[in-house]
């Protein structure tokens, strides 16, 4: 197998990429993660995930590279990471009692190509209180995560239910993932 790459920051993208028990590196690419409006978000996530995928090929150029980029959609509104406690708040608000989607965006370069998917997960919030939103601001949680919540933290207590993949609402939607690279040949799945 050729080395693989994880072109992320992410603990939690590494933390779901070391399920598939295979060795590989992470580099932080650095990417612009400014785009113009009016790009779909599948079009957006997958976008930016080849935007990190092209960078770290200058770095690994024999390896095959994992790009991804999560965003949390509602009201037709792209939510990224909140930068202040003042949008964490209005987020989890605009959020509160209603279903919203999470698209990952997945980038794969190898041999030359380049293959991009994305998954799109629904989740349910519960009506939040003013008391629920300030303790989870309080915890610190919102400020490196779309939509200001972590599922796979104390975000969970935020949440209704799921439909879709609730690692693309983590994400990286490693099922999917899986079956791209072992397609692409960049890894081998067991008999």
């Not at 406690?85 to 794969?108: F, N």
């Not at 300030?134 to 400020?143: A, D, L, N, T, V």
């Amino acid at each position: 197998m050729d080395r693989l790459v994880l072109a992320s920051a992410s603990p939690r993208r590494k933390e779901i990429l070391q399920k598939l028990n295979i060795p590989f590196t992470t580099f932080s690419p650095n990417a612009d993660e400014t785009l113009s409006t009016g790009l779909r978000p599948s079009d957006f996530v997958m976008t930016l995930a080849l935007r990190k995928v092209s960078l770290a090929s200058e770095h690994f150029p024999n390896a095959a590279i994992i790009g991804s980029d999560t965003v949390v959609v509602c009201d037709e509104l792209i939510l990224g990471k909140p930068k202040n406690q003042e949008e964490a708040y209005q987020m989890l608000k605009q959020l509160s009692g209603r279903i919203h989607s999470v698209y990952t965006g997945v980038a794969i370069f190898h041999n030359g190509e380049t293959e991009t998917f994305y998954e799109k997960t629904d989740v349910e919030f519960w009506e939040l209180t003013e008391t629920n939103i300030h303790q989870y601001i309080k915890s610190g949680e919102p400020f490196d995560k779309a939509g200001a919540y972590g599922i796979q933290g104390q975000g969970a207590l935020l949440v209704k239910s799921i439909t879709g993949d609730y690692y693309n609402v983590v994400g990286l939607p490693i099922s999917r993932l899986y079956r791209t690279l072992s397609a692409m040949g960049i890894i081998i799945p067991p008999n």
